[in-house]
């Protein structure tokens, strides 16, 4: 059976700042922090590695021929909601130029990027996958995709609140978010 998520300080505890979490280390585990509270989670194993490496490379491909920005990976942390603080590491992530953080910024930008990739692993709960997608719209993402390996699926999320289900014979669309990028769901998986 797959291990849940550690919930750490408890909730007698005092709350954790993102400036607080961004100078915590503990190694060989993917953290967020969530209203405050520190959530730790094992690594996602190797198929979802390989395929957010599948994807990230065709959406870099895109992005970089375009010029319309920047496509983040491996959790990089943004900071959604602020007192209690919220940090969510998305899979992939882009960027709109014109929204950029500097490039030698060393915390989390306090910004939903544009477009948020979830690559679901064993242990994901729906709820908290939800959860996640729902503090990404409210900090002003356009567009969602939560790819469901398992399944062989993807929800598209979108900030006025449609959603869409993806199977493996169609394609994810960058929509309004990336102009001209469509992906075969098969593809990727």
């Known amino acids: 059976m797959p291990a849940e998520p550690t919930y750490v300080p408890n909730m007698t505890a005092a709350l954790i700042t993102a400036d607080q979490l961004l100078h915590m280390s503990i ?33 870099a491909k895109h992005v970089k021929a375009a010029g319309i920005g920047q496509v983040v990976v491996g959790d990089a942390g943004f900071q959604v909601t602020s007192d209690p603080d919220t940090v969510r590491g998305p899979d992939i992530a882009f960027i709109h130029a014109g929204r950029v953080p500097d490039s030698q910024t060393r915390g989390f930008p306090l910004l939903g990027p544009d477009l948020v990739v979830e690559v679901l692993s064993p242990n994901d709960r729906p709820g908290e996958t939800l959860a996640k997608v729902g503090d ?10 939560v790819i469901d390996p398992e399944r062989r699926l993807a929800r598209v999320y979108r900030h006025d609140g449609s959603e869409t289900s993806i199977n ?22």
């Open 27 to 59: 190694p060989d585990k993917r953290v967020e922090l969530v209203r405050g509270v520190l959530v730790v989670r094992e690594p996602p194993g190797y198929r979802h590695g390989r395929i957010a490496a599948e994807l990230v490379f065709q959406l």
């Open 136 to 145: 990404w719209l409210e900090a002003g993402t356009k567009l969602v995709w």
């Open 168 to 189: 493996e014979e169609e394609e994810l669309d960058g929509e309004g978010v990336l102009p001209g990028f469509a992906c075969p769901l098969a593809s990727i998986l």
